[in-house]
């Protein structure tokens, strides 16, 4: 039973315009929740994270969303520039099992000239 | 410094062998984690300590064996492994369990 979702394996999108990265979970007693960049041959990097006590948080050119009555979270890239290339890892944890994080499937995200 | 180090990058083992994963992490982080990653899939939890102790250990076969001499040393042991364990092993470490967990750039090891 996969928890935390991510349901488009792959999206391109064109430089300078806006990236967004969907995620969707199933439990609801999941309060904290991280966005992770990874390109190949590296282990993830921390981008950005959010509380279920927001339902926004950004840094710089990456926002994060959450909609807790949908269970549904985005992140957004804007302007999506080349670098952005990467796969993008949703990941979730609740405060009872704070150690662990689940991750989603990632997304593998293009970005076109 | 916000760098977790993994050595050696790539290990080729052979099922007979017995070799060990080493990660180091000077941010002074509380909890340390081992993670395995197969291609095109997440990274999947094998152990975590918090305050150099065991805390959760993901029902991983006995012939993988973490060890943590320090606060900023992680080691995974290996033997007798299988062909299947080839992967990307990663680990990361975080100021307390629930932060951000800050990762390596992982072992891909080969098991022949």
């Known amino acids: 039973d996969q928890q935390v979702k991510q349901n488009s394996p792959s999206l391109s999108v064109q430089e300078g315009r806006i990236s967004i990265l969907n995620c969707d979970y199933t439990?609801?007693?999941?309060?904290?929740f991280l966005w992770y960049k990874k390109y190949p041959a590296e282990g993830p990097t921390f981008l950005i994270s959010?509380?279920?006590?927001?339902d926004k948080n950004e840094d710089g050119r990456f926002t994060v969303f959450l909609n807790k009555s949908a269970k549904h979270l985005s992140l957004h890239i804007v302007p999506s520039q080349p670098g952005d290339s990467a796969v993008y890892f949703c990941?979730?944890?609740?405060?009872?099992?704070?150690?662990?994080?689940?991750f989603g499937s990632g997304t593998r995200l293009s970005i076109r000239p | 410094d916000t760098e977790v180090t993994q050595t050696p990058k790539h290990l080729v083992m052979g099922m007979t062998n017995k070799k060990s994963l080493k990660c180091e992490q000077h941010m002074g982080h509380r909890a340390m984690y081992w993670y395995k990653q197969k291609a095109k899939k997440p990274p999947e939890l094998m152990f975590v300590y918090s305050y150099e102790k065991l805390s959760i250990n993901e029902s991983v076969p006995s012939r993988f064996s973490p060890e943590c001499p320090n606060s900023s040393l992680l080691n995974l042991h290996l033997h007798a492994l299988q062909p299947e364990d080839s992967a990307l092993y990663l680990c990361a470490s975080s100021q307390n369990r629930g932060y951000e967990q800050y990762f390596g750039p992982g072992t891909r090891l080969t098991v022949t």
């Open positions: 959010i509380s279920s006590i927001k």
């Open positions: 990941a979730a944890s609740d405060d009872s099992s704070a150690s662990k994080i689940i």
């Open positions: 439990n609801s007693m999941f309060d904290y």
